[in-house]
């Protein structure tokens, strides 16, 4: 870690591995993405798997914005009780992943299997499998009133740094 100057604690870089530590333990982080001059940040959910950053999302904004330019910034942190905090920035690209029954389990075992009993998770990954067995690609689920359209993407990683304070 490399020691940086101010006036409330010592900042402090993050090493590679600390990174990931961060980015393995945190489920929701905030997407930068921009079109024509035209900022927009949201939160989301993501899953970090093999070296890249999972999302996904219904058809609105974050697509569109997507579709446009595929340039984002990916920021998660943690901040403490006593003022100290932990950050991560990631700039990269997104795209859409192509092999979608991949990316929905990258995405389940990050935000269902860790929360359930062993015979529960059993149980949803098997009704997963059977659900995934029958879709690839942009999914439409059906419903009685239409359905909703579901995308997975990936961020492949080109800068990534790391900082915290410590009090």
């Not at 997407?31 to 890249?52: C, F, M, Q, R, T």
Request: charged share 30%; net charge negative; glycine share 8%.
């Amino acid at each position: 870690m490399k020691d940086l100057a101010s006036e409330h604690g010592k900042i402090l870089e993050l090493d590679r591995h600390e990174m990931e530590e961060l980015l393995l333990k945190n489920r929701v982080g905030r997407l930068g993405l921009s079109i024509n001059d035209e900022p927009y940040v949201v939160p989301v959910s993501y899953a970090y798997h093999e070296g890249k950053i999972y999302i996904h999302s219904g058809r609105g904004k974050k697509t569109e914005y997507l579709e446009k330019n595929p340039r984002v910034c990916f920021q998660i942190d943690e901040i403490y009780e006593n003022g100290s905090w932990k950050s991560v920035i990631i700039y990269g690209r997104a795209k859409f992943v192509e092999d979608f029954q991949r990316g929905l389990r990258i995405l389940f075992e990050k935000f269902m299997e860790p929360f359930m009993g062993e015979e529960d998770a059993a149980m949803a990954r098997e009704r997963m499998e059977n659900f995934l067995s029958t879709v690839s690609g942009i999914r439409s689920p059906p419903s009685e009133g239409g359905g909703m359209q579901f995308y997975v993407y990936e961020i492949e990683i080109e800068e990534m740094t790391g900082r915290q304070e410590v009090r």
